[in-house]
């Protein structure tokens, strides 16, 4: 008589072998792992390959042990995954014998943990037939999803390395997904930096740059009467040198190092840098490092929260005169900074001191016990700071709007 087992369907054996299985899916993806690190050439020598190709075949196998057991999930992620790494060798030129074999190797693991659990539960290996042909097709499948990406990493390789420059750049100030940006960066054959410099230039009358003056190590998107940079920071003052040699009145706005991840924040904040300049808030350099404005740039990051906060926190400073309100906001915000005697304040501002104890007595009239709580004390000082900065630049929003809402 047959063995029960063998009588067993496909949907049966997967729902009897497989969920052992998946419940050591994090140990089998470490042995998976260490087999392709110790058995595929090409693999032994690269922590970011061996990182790329184990996060691939283990989402593989999840897919196809949920997809065995009858569960509704998609095969996207891991088809993309695949064809990202099919890409990226197709990009640097490699071939997908490494690949194949590495899948190959990791389906073979995969393959022997679950005949040890069927046979550790009598089930016979004539009823994992149907499970090894779905094993089989799901690697094929697997395979010609590397191969697609292939053909359009070569494609992309053999056409027009610029064309990956071009989308490595758009990637990194759009924000893009890592494995994206890392796939452009090898077939653009650009070393992506732990840390990048972003910079946007303000380039005079309409001008385009032209980015073969640059270095090579130097991404550049241009457009009419504007450009972004992006370089690692040993070599972004060089370039800014270059563009400005080529356009002595261009003005730059250089960010401080940031993650790849975060170009696309530093692209923003830098642009925003700008545009605090062309209002007068920050000073009119040829070069402005960001870093030293950091604050400033966080703080008209958001215009109606700071209109909102001035309209609130500093209400007595908009009843005052113009003049009052200029010299007493300007020595507010020392004290608040500094929290100086009145010499040292004085010293700072070029007045004398009783002048500014004369200044102090106003201040304390005008906002009392406030000036003890430290919460308002953090609030009071950046809204001033952001706010006297728009005010000696000329904008009387901030006034106008108090005198429209008090009529």
């Known amino acids: 008589m047959p063995d029960a087992a063998m009588q067993m369907d496909s949907s049966e054996t997967a729902r009897l072998v497989l969920p052992p299985v998946r419940r050591r899916l994090p140990r089998i993806a470490q042995q998976v792992t260490e087999e392709i690190r110790s058995t595929v050439p090409g693999f032994a020598d690269s922590d970011h390959r061996q990182q790329l190709i184990s996060t691939a075949v283990n989402s593989a196998a999840a897919y196809f042990l949920a997809s065995a057991l009858g569960e509704p999930v998609s095969s996207m992620a891991s088809d993309d995954l695949f064809r990202k790494m099919g890409f990226r060798e197709g990009g640097t030129g490699a071939d997908l014998s490494a690949l194949d074999s590495a899948v190959r190797v990791a389906a073979g693991t995969y393959w022997a943990e679950i005949r040890v659990e069927a046979a550790r539960l009598g089930v016979s290996p004539y009823a994992l037939e149907d499970l090894r042909d779905a094993l089989d097709s799901y690697v094929d499948h697997l395979l010609a999803q590397a191969r697609q990406g292939h053909d359009a990493g070569s494609a992309a390789r053999e056409q027009d390395s610029g064309l990956a420059r071009r989308r490595l750049v758009d990637g990194l100030l759009s924000g893009a997904d890592r494995e994206d940006i890392e796939a452009y960066a090898e077939v653009a054959l650009w070393p992506l930096p732990p840390l990048l410099v972003v910079a946007a230039v303000e380039l005079p009358g309409?001008?385009?740059?032209?980015?073969?003056?640059?270095?090579?190590?130097?991404?550049?998107?241009?457009?009419?009467?504007?450009?972004?940079?992006?370089?690692?920071?040993?070599?972004?003052?060089?370039?800014?040198?270059?563009?400005?040699?080529?356009?002595?009145?261009?003005?730059?706005?250089?960010?401080?190092?940031?993650?790849?991840?975060?170009?696309?924040?530093?692209?923003?904040?830098?642009?925003?840098?700008?545009?605090?300049?062309?209002?007068?808030?920050?000073?009119?350099?040829?070069?402005?490092?960001?870093?030293?404005?950091?604050?400033?740039?966080?703080?008209?990051?958001?215009?109606?929260?700071?209109?909102?906060?001035?309209?609130?926190?500093?209400?007595?400073?908009?009843?005052?005169?113009?003049?009052?309100?200029?010299?007493?906001?300007?020595?507010?915000?020392?004290?608040?900074?500094?929290?100086?005697?009145?010499?040292?304040?004085?010293?700072?501002?070029?007045?004398?001191?009783?002048?500014?104890?004369?200044?102090?007595?106003?201040?304390?009239?005008?906002?009392?016990?406030?000036?003890?709580?430290?919460?308002?004390?953090?609030?009071?000082?950046?809204?001033?700071?952001?706010?006297?900065?728009?005010?000696?630049?000329?904008?009387?929003?901030?006034?106008?709007?108090?005198?429209?809402?008090?009529?």
Not at 283 to 298: G, K
Not at 304 to 314: D, I
Request: proline share 6%; charged share 25%.
């Open 206 to 407: 309409g001008a385009r740059l032209d980015p073969s003056v640059l270095p090579s190590s130097v991404l550049c998107r241009t457009a009419s009467g504007r450009a972004a940079l992006i370089s690692s920071e040993d070599v972004m003052a060089d370039a800014i040198a270059t563009v400005r040699s080529q356009l002595p009145t261009a003005r730059a706005a250089v960010c401080w190092p940031v993650e790849p991840r975060d170009a696309s924040s530093a692209h923003r904040w830098t642009q925003r840098a700008l545009a605090l300049v062309g209002k007068g808030i920050l000073p009119a350099r040829p070069v402005l490092d960001c870093r030293a404005y950091r604050t400033e740039i966080w703080l008209h990051a958001e215009p109606v929260m700071r209109r909102q906060l001035a309209q609130e926190l500093l209400q007595p400073l908009l009843e005052e005169t113009p003049n009052s309100r200029e010299i007493l906001s300007e020595t507010l915000l020392v004290w608040l900074e500094t929290r100086d005697s009145a010499p040292a304040i004085a010293a700072r501002l070029g007045v004398h001191p009783q002048t500014v104890r004369y200044r102090w007595r106003r201040i304390n009239q005008l906002f009392g016990e406030a000036l003890h709580d430290p919460e308002y004390v953090v609030q009071l000082t950046l809204v001033l700071k952001a706010s006297i900065a728009l005010w000696v630049a000329g904008d009387q929003s901030d006034f106008e709007r108090y005198s429209g809402r008090a009529q």
